[in-house]
Each structure stands twice: as C-alpha cells, then as structure tokens.
C-alpha cells in the first residue's frame, strides 16, 4: 500500500477507534497516521492530525489541554497569512468554551460568525463551521446558531436513516439551553441537537 494509502486506512481505523470508545488507541493510529503523511503535505497532514487530537481530547473531557497549542497555531497562521487562520480561530472559540473560558471565546466567536462568508471554503470549513456551531450552543448565542443552522442544513443527508432518526428525537431542547430561547430559536436545538448525535461531523460532504 502506498503512504498515501496507508495513511488514510489509518485515519478511518483512529475514527473507528474513537467510536468504539478507545480513545487511547485512537491517539495511537492518529500518531502513525502522521508518520506515514507524504513530505509535501506535512502540513495538511498536521492539521488533520489536530483535528483528530481534538476529538479524541473531547471525548476525554481534556479539551482544556489543547488550548495553548491551539491559540499558538491561530497566532502563526495570522502572521504567516496563512488562509486557514479562521478555521485555526474557529477551534480556538471552541476550545475555550469546551474549557469554560467563555469570555476568551466569545469575541473570537462573534468576530468570526460575524462574516461567515469569509471563511475560506476549503476541507477545514464544515469542521469549522460545526466548532462554530457547538460553541454557539455553550454561548446560547442563538442569531449566530441560525445563520449557521442555514449555511450547514444543505449538507444533510436526509437519505440516511440515522439523520431521520437523530432529527426527530429532537423534541426539547439540551439541558443547557434555556427553554424560553429553545422556543424562540428552534435552528439552535435542531442544529446543535443533530451535531451532537451524529456519529460522524460533516467532514465528507461535498469537497
């Protein structure tokens, strides 16, 4: 098998991994998927490698760990004019609400969400726009989870039972969200709601 090859089978053994619930080997499989990524895409390799370390350091309740290296890739993409850099900014709003640190997350939220359009429409974008989305839920920021729930709702598969499923069991809204905002902005529990039951983010969808 070619490293290209190699790597990718790796990358789906670290997801299934994750599923199954062993974080610890998830890490492991992410770490050779590294190792085997060609020399010209070291970068995109690290990157995906990042996203990787994110859920699985979610899944531990860890997320707080990520936060320095996270913040340290934002401050280097935006010196380097790195084209990433909201997606890289997108993540850190994420971390520092996953983490508790909600006044660190919510002006980069807010700066962010406030021109979606500009976040560059490449392979990092549907991760950052469901880190966008998880942090409006922690943030109860429901304006910004409604243009999000819009940009986000072509890219549905209604044709998978499991979406069907996951849409109609979203009968009330999550035990943060106060039910007054529930009832205001529906956008904000189906899409938070759905995020939070798929098994798999939108990270195949149409790119």
């Known amino acids: 098998m070619s490293p290209?090859?190699?790597q990718r089978a790796l990358h789906q053994s670290a997801l299934q991994a994750l599923l199954d619930g062993d974080p610890i080997r998830a890490e492991q499989l992410a770490g050779q998927a590294l190792g085997h990524s060609p020399e010209a895409a070291v970068e995109e390799a690290m990157a995906f490698y990042g996203?990787?370390?994110?859920?699985?350091r979610q899944h531990e309740g860890r997320m707080g760990e990520l936060t320095e290296l996270i913040a340290q890739a934002a401050t280097d993409a935006e010196a380097n004019a790195d084209p990433t850099v909201r997606a890289y900014q997108a993540a850190l709003a994420y971390v520092h609400a996953q983490a508790g640190a909600l006044d660190e997350a919510k002006p980069i939220f807010e700066e962010l969400t406030a021109d979606l359009d500009a976040l560059r429409r490449d392979a990092a974008w549907s991760t950052a726009m469901v880190n966008l989305a998880d942090t409006a839920l922690v943030l109860h920021h429901a304006d910004a989870a409604a243009?999000?729930?819009?940009r986000l709702a072509p890219f549905r598969r209604?044709?998978?039972?499991?979406?069907r499923t996951h849409l109609r069991r979203i009968d009330r809204p999550p035990p943060r969200l106060p039910r007054r905002l529930a009832r205001r902005h529906r956008p904000l529990v189906t899409l938070t709601g759905t995020?939070?039951?798929?098994?798999?983010?939108?990270?195949?969808?149409?790119?």
């Open 4 to 6: 290209t090859g190699t």
């Open 51 to 56: 996203i990787q370390l994110m859920c699985i």
């Open 147 to 150: 243009d999000l729930y819009e």
């Open 158 to 163: 209604p044709d998978q039972r499991h979406h």
């Open 195 to 207: 995020i939070r039951r798929s098994p798999i983010p939108a990270l195949s969808d149409p790119w």
